[in-house]
């Protein structure tokens, strides 16, 4: 399924803060923002803190939001392009929107989902290492989907993969400069540990549990 849901409302207002005054305009709880994309000129805005948290988890950056700017007769369809978040406070700094044409393809990376449960695993046979985890594709702006997503259930044994021919991908999404061969999720063969211990001592190394009861063995009690 692509990423439409029901509608993202964000209002906006015209920025005149600039620069140093931008500290002014976040303590009084608002974000700066530009607006920028097909057919308009960049323009500065100024969004409240709270409201676009709340269509920031929602949205992402793969779903439209209508941006509604004080003076503008029409919502803008936009995608949040990036959002610089606060390192310590995890607040929003600044905002960038796409403006976007509907009839226009856009490109977007999204994160690829591992879903299903793989027998290989459960059973232990091997384990689930995940090669890709971002791909970029193309699409209608409203057909973006939030995600990607590869079930694993079919995979077995070890070295079984699929790769990205072989994700399915939603109706009028295409990968972008992809390589088809590309392995995406794969079981790999579980290390043991005991097996590794079988090793050292073939190799003439002693487990260290079998050493002197020497006081710097870890959890030695000293009793034999």
Do not use: C
């Not at 960049?42 to 269509?55: H, N, Q, S, T, Y």
């Not at 991908?169 to 088809?180: Q, R, S, T």
Request: aromatic fraction near 2%; charged fraction near 25%.
């Amino acid at each position: 399924m692509a990423g439409t849901m029901d509608s993202l409302s964000l209002s906006a207002r015209p920025r005149i803060e600039t620069g140093r005054h931008v500290h002014a305009l976040r303590r009084a709880g608002s974000v700066p923002a530009v607006l920028y994309g097909h057919k308009i000129a960049p323009l500065a805005l100024a969004i409240d803190a709270k409201e676009l948290d709340r269509i920031w988890r929602r949205a992402g950056r793969t779903n439209l939001v209508d941006l509604h700017v004080d003076g503008q007769r029409q919502a803008r369809k936009a995608l949040i392009k990036d959002l610089q978040i606060h390192p310590r406070t995890g607040r929003p700094l600044h905002a960038d929107f796409f403006a976007v044409n509907l009839r226009e393809k856009i490109t977007a990376e999204v994160p690829v989902i591992v879903v299903g449960d793989s027998p290989a695993v459960s059973q232990k046979v091997g384990q689930l290492q995940q090669v890709v985890s971002m791909v970029r594709i193309e699409s209608l702006p409203a057909d973006l989907p939030s995600q990607l997503t590869v079930d694993v259930s079919a995979l077995v044994e070890i070295d079984q993969a699929i790769t990205l021919a072989e994700v399915e991908l939603p109706n009028g999404v295409a990968l972008v400069h992809a390589e088809l061969t590309e392995v995406v999720v794969k079981i790999a063969a579980v290390r043991v540990r005991a097996e590794e211990e079988v090793e050292a001592v073939a190799e003439g190394e002693a487990p260290a549990a079998a050493e002197g009861g020497g006081g710097e063995a870890e959890g030695g009690s000293g009793e034999g």
